[in-house]
Structure formats: structure tokens, C-alpha cells
């Protein structure tokens, strides 16, 4: 037993080590985004475009640092100013998948084939979401009104702030306080703590689980399951990464680890894309947000998409 522990502390202790001054520049970015407000100035750009918001919204996506649950007060947002569904399903497919800390990590991670990967997919999901949404708005199966949500004033009139009008339908908000800071440096810093805090325990505990499956997994397990260089290993690899709560950053070194014991490149890259967005916690909240077919449509194009894009990199890995 004591072999294995040292072991497991060994990978943890070398991934933290190789790691580290990437996470750093990662939270620092995140900072610089929310320090100069620019997923905001992007996001306010996404309810002026109108259609063409499906590929401003896949670029928010990209820029935001934020998980699946992370992008909900977002989301209710412009849900609640008549936002499209397409650009609005577009930006929580993508916003999920790839984030600049996101981007900067698989790279460190996973290297940089798999970081272009991730952009590039990432891409694909949030532009083939909301073009498909659109799509079936013409032929009338996402006709209509299909949000669930109410809107929710204060005692002065004005929107009530999204934690208050996702409780009316019973999704869990979590509400972030910010204070005010005269000097933008300081207000940076606190920003890049905040992620550090929030990013680094998830990223910490998913070392921790590459650590154990590298040193306990047999490879035979994860050969029969994943291993295979054909669509099964696709399908089950989406499938594996429906209900597990990983966000973009700890899916990273939970494949690293899978990655070693012998997992097919295509699968791991559905696993990559599918995992974050398509999380039961995230489903849930969207099944507050819209009625069942948005949801069901949601989860069944961004699962397809991402087996498209490992399909594609299984015979390009």
C-alpha cells in the first residue's frame, strides 16, 4: 500500500511541477478578461447581431472562462432580453468546451496538437449548434415560445439579478459578490485569485485522479472499453463523459492519465468535447431553463458533433 501512495504522490507531484506556471498565466488571463470586461462587451454584441450572433456567441464561448454552470447567470441574461435560441445555445455549447486557461492548460497538458484540437472542435460544436437550432426553428419543431423562465423585477422596476430569477424555477445560481475597487490592477488581481481558487482545487483533485488511474487502471480495462480505433470507442467515450461533472480544466489531466493506459486519440478527443458541456448537473439546469425538446435537442447535436470531430481526429491522430 505504501509503494502505491508514493507512487500516486509521485505523478501528482511531477504534474504540479510541470503545471504550475501555466495555471499562473491562466488565472492571470482570466483576470485581464474580466479586469477590462471584455466577455461582457462580446456577450452585448451577441443580442445586437441577432443570427449572426450564433458565431459572435461561439466567440464569447471561447473567451469566457466560464464552465457549464459558470455561463448560466450569462445565459439567463439574454435569455431574459429575448436573445435567439441559436446564438443562446451556441454560446453554452462553447462556452464549456474552451476557454483561454482552458486553451493555455491542454496545452501544457496534452500538448499542442490537442490544444488546436480542442479550439477547433470547440468551434465546430457552438457554430453546428446554432445553425442546427436555427434550422429547426424553420421547420417549426423549435418554433415558439420555449423558455421556461419568467422574468423577475426588483421593487425599482428593473431585472432582478439572473440568481434571483433562475431560483423562481428552481436552478441554483451561484452568486459571486464583487466589490468595487479604485485601482483596476487590484480589481485584476482579485479576479485572477478568484479563478485561481476556483480553478486550482478542481485541477488539483483531477491530478490527484490521473495519479490513481495511471497507478491502479488496469490498461485492459480501459483497452475493451475505449481502446479500439472505431466509432464504439467514439460512442462510449461520449457516453462516459455524459454524467461525469468535469469541467474544461480537470477533464485535462483525467485524460492525460486515460491517454496512458491506452485510450483511442478519437475517443479521448470526444471525451474532451463532450464531458465538459454535456454533464448532468448542466443538463439539469438547462431543463429549468427550456422546455424538454430545447434540452433534448441540445444534448443530442452537441454529443453528435463531438463524436464527429473524434471521428475525424481518429483518422488524423
Avoid at 435569455?79 to 491542454?106: E, I, K, N, W, Y
Avoid at 495511471?214 to 490498461?219: C, D, G, R, S
Amino acid at each position: 500500500m505504501s509503494e502505491v501512495l508514493i507512487q500516486i504522490a509521485g505523478v501528482v507531484w511531477e504534474e504540479v511541477t510541470r503545471m504550475w506556471w501555466f495555471f499562473l498565466l491562466s488565472v492571470l488571463l482570466v483576470g485581464l478578461i474580466k479586469g477590462y470586461k471584455l466577455d461582457l462587451k462580446i456577450r452585448d454584441a451577441v443580442n445586437r447581431a441577432g443570427m449572426a450572433g450564433i458565431f459572435i456567441a461561439t466567440g464569447v464561448g471561447m473567451v469566457s472562462p466560464l464552465c457549464a454552470c459558470g455561463i448560466l447567470p450569462v445565459a439567463i441574461s439574454l435569455a431574459m432580453v429575448g436573445t435567439p435560441l441559436p446564438p443562446l445555445l451556441a454560446l453554452l455549447a462553447t462556452s464549456p468546451v474552451m476557454g483561454p486557461d482552458a486553451f493555455l492548460l491542454t496545452w501544457r497538458g496534452l500538448g499542442a496538437d490537442w490544444a488546436i484540437w480542442k479550439l477547433v472542435g470547440a468551434g465546430v460544436i457552438g457554430i453546428g449548434t446554432g445553425v442546427v437550432t436555427q434550422l429547426l426553428i424553420l421547420q417549426g419543431y423549435l418554433a415558439g415560445d420555449l423558455l421556461l423562465l419568467k422574468p423577475v423585477y426588483t421593487d425599482e422596476g428593473n431585472l432582478a439579478p439572473a440568481a434571483e430569477i433562475g431560483a423562481q424555477a428552481g436552478i441554483h445560481v451561484k452568486r459571486m459578490q464583487i466589490i468595487p475597487r479604485k485601482s483596476q490592477l487590484r480589481f485584476i488581481f482579485d479576479r485572477s485569485l478568484d479563478a485561481a481558487l476556483f480553478v486550482g482545487k478542481f485541477l488539483l483533485l483531477a491530478i490527484v485522479i490521473e495519479a490513481i488511474i495511471v497507478t491502479l487502471v488496469p490498461m485492459a480495462w480501459v483497452t475493451v472499453l475505449v481502446g479500439r480505433n472505431d466509432i464504439v470507442s467514439i460512442v462510449m467515450a461520449a457516453l462516459i463523459g455524459l454524467p461525469l461533472p468535469l469541467n474544461q480544466i480537470p477533464a485535462i489531466p483525467v485524460l492525460a492519465g486515460l491517454l496512458q493506459r491506452g485510450i483511442d486519440p478519437g475517443a479521448g478527443l470526444t471525451f474532451l468535447l463532450a464531458g465538459p458541456v454535456s454533464s448532468l448537473p448542466a443538463m439539469i439546469a438547462l431543463g429549468g431553463m427550456f422546455k424538454k425538446r430545447v434540452v433534448l435537442v441540445f444534448l443530442g447535436v452537441v454529443l453528435g458533433l463531438a463524436m464527429l470531430v473524434g471521428l475525424v481526429g481518429q483518422s488524423l491522430f
